[in-house]
């Protein structure tokens, strides 16, 4: 259940990070279903994540303040109670963070981590707690310009345009967590089509991705994943699919609002 509504949130897999066109703006909402589906079970979402921008000042600049919510939904909080909170801080004019906190609460497991960028010394300061009652820990990691944590990089990778794409070449990118950097191989497959209900059809461009850590040593389950972003100029993700041992976990837009450009569908 952790894996499955932290899947929409670690999606920041698509190209190497440079500064292009930002395609988001002020007050821009993302939400996504998640859930399971398999050969004999129907999808069924489970949980509910969504992203927003807002802009805000932070350190005496402006910054994209993103916030990232994943939540089991009414229905099953019973079974699995999970809200996992995501805040990240980006400087308008360079894309790179400036901060991050995590919030996590599943059921009686909590984490809390705040990460502090210092870009000149190219190194993030990082505070992480395991349980309630646990002591903090600290840890401080060298940075390049292109280790950022997973919020940042979600948001980033969007502002790549299409045409830097290279399909069939897998590529490497580092994801920040709290003690550690991973490596996300990605690999562009090519354009599809999406289909999501009560949106249409959209044009997308699909990728294939796979998680490690940062010895280069994959995960069992649900970190070798699909991902389809919008073929248009917003490049938002549309769906993320992760196979697992039977069937496979899920995440796909349901709601948008405030994007910069109007999301075009294909026309019935």
Same mark, same amino acid.
């Given at each position: ?5 932290s899947? +929409? ?12 066109? =930002?395609? #988001? ?18 999808? !069924? ?7 927003? +921008? ?24 019973? #079974?699995?109670?999970?809200? $996992?909170t995501?805040?990240?801080? /980006? $400087? ?9 906190? /995590?919030?996590?609460?599943?059921? %009686?497991? !909590? #984490? ?6 210092d ?18 820990? !600290?840890?401080? /990691? ?6 950022? &944590?997973? =919020? ?15 399909? &069939?070449?897998?590529?490497d ?32 461009h699909?990728?294939? +991705? ?8 994959? #995960?069992?389950?649900g970190?070798?994943?699909?991902l389809?972003?919008?073929? $248009?100029?917003n ?8 196979? /697992? ?5 899920l995440?796909?837009?349901? $709601? ?11 026309? %019935?």
């Amino acid at each position: 259940m952790r894996r499955l509504l932290s899947l +929409c949130i670690f999606i920041a897999i698509a190209v190497q990070v440079q500064a292009q066109d =930002v395609p #988001f703006d002020d007050k821009e909402s993302l939400t996504y279903a998640v859930g399971y589906r398999a050969k004999l079970v129907p999808k !069924t979402p489970v949980g509910r994540a969504t992203l927003r +921008c807002d802009i805000n000042r932070h350190e005496g600049r402006p910054h994209y303040k993103i916030t990232a919510n994943g939540r089991t939904l009414p229905f099953f909080r019973w #079974f699995y109670d999970l809200n $996992d909170t995501y805040t990240s801080q /980006i $400087d308008t004019a360079t894309l790179l963070p400036s901060s991050l906190k /995590i919030t996590l609460r599943e059921e %009686k497991y !909590t #984490f809390d981590a705040e990460f502090d960028y210092d870009w000149d010394s190219c190194k993030v300061n990082t505070i992480y707690k395991k349980g309630s009652w646990a002591k903090a820990r !600290t840890k401080s /990691i060298a940075l390049e310009k292109t280790h950022f &944590d997973p =919020v940042a990089l979600f948001y980033n990778l969007r502002t790549i345009p299409p045409e830097e794409y290279r399909k &069939d070449v897998p590529t490497d990118l580092h994801m920040v967590l709290e003690d550690t950097v991973r490596i996300i191989t990605y690999t562009y497959l090519g354009e599809d089509v999406v289909k999501l209900k009560g949106i249409g059809k959209v044009a997308s461009h699909k990728f294939t +991705c796979t998680i490690a850590t940062s010895g280069v040593e994959t #995960f069992k389950d649900g970190t070798n994943f699909f991902l389809w972003l919008s073929a $248009d100029d917003n490049r938002i993700p549309l769906w993320i699919e992760s196979p /697992i041992r039977v069937g496979s976990v899920l995440a796909y837009l349901t $709601d948008y609002k405030n994007l910069r450009t109007e999301l075009r569908t294909i026309p %019935k």
